[in-house]
């Protein structure tokens, strides 16, 4: 099952807890949460190749960890951390190579009102991806450029218990970033703008 179609599964559980959970206390300022997600990562790959056609690039589910500290009841910033494997194809029949990514991402966030037992935010900040394990193909070994890009994210904390120390959380990220790859064994280069989805359902604690 796709991730996303579990989150309309935790917000469904989270109105069914509502009058338990409604009045868990709001953020405050010096309030640290440690989540830890189950994130789908969908790319939304176009390129552009020196010899025409396209590149494609696999979906992939990995475990993220982050941390966020609040300077205020409505603003705070949050640290993700994961690394990703994916397939690279062109045009979607040859696969070229695996690379994993590691791409470190700070966002700053804004939080909303709760909503009954919802605790929604929004955030963006910046991406640096770091693109490391680069397998060998038909075209030779994968050469990618490591490169800064953005992300935008919108999220909810929905607390388990009345004191809100344990919680669910949905998140949703969209990061824009790009790298130029070439190949050790031919002359064949591309331009890839991968910009993924980061769909995410995890759970939490704060502190």
Do not use: C
């Amino acid at each position: 099952m796709k991730l996303y179609n579990i989150i309309p599964a935790v917000l469904t559980v989270a109105a069914l807890a509502a009058p338990a959970i409604g009045d868990a206390q709001p953020y405050e300022a010096g309030t640290v949460l440690l989540r830890l997600r189950a994130v789908e990562i969908v790319p939304d790959v176009s390129s552009t190749v020196s010899i025409g056609g396209k590149v494609g690039i696999t979906d992939t589910t990995i475990p993220e960890a982050d941390i966020t500290y609040f300077f205020s009841q409505r603003w705070s910033v949050e640290a993700i951390a994961g690394s990703d494997k994916h397939a690279i194809y062109y045009n979607g029949t040859t696969k070229l190579a695996n690379v994993w990514l590691l791409p470190p991402t700070v966002t700053v966030q804004y939080h909303f009102d709760q909503i009954g037992p919802i605790k929604p935010y929004i955030g963006a900040g910046p991406n640096f991806t770091i693109f490391y394990d680069r397998s060998v193909g038909p075209l030779g070994k994968l050469r990618t450029t490591d490169n800064w890009g953005f992300a935008l994210q919108a999220g909810a904390d929905i607390p388990l218990t009345e004191d809100g120390r344990y919680f669910l959380n949905v998140d949703v990220k969209r990061l824009f970033l790009s790298t130029h790859a070439s190949f050790s064994a031919s002359p064949v280069t591309a331009s890839v703008n991968i910009n993924p989805w980061l769909i995410g359902t995890g759970v939490g604690i704060r502190f």
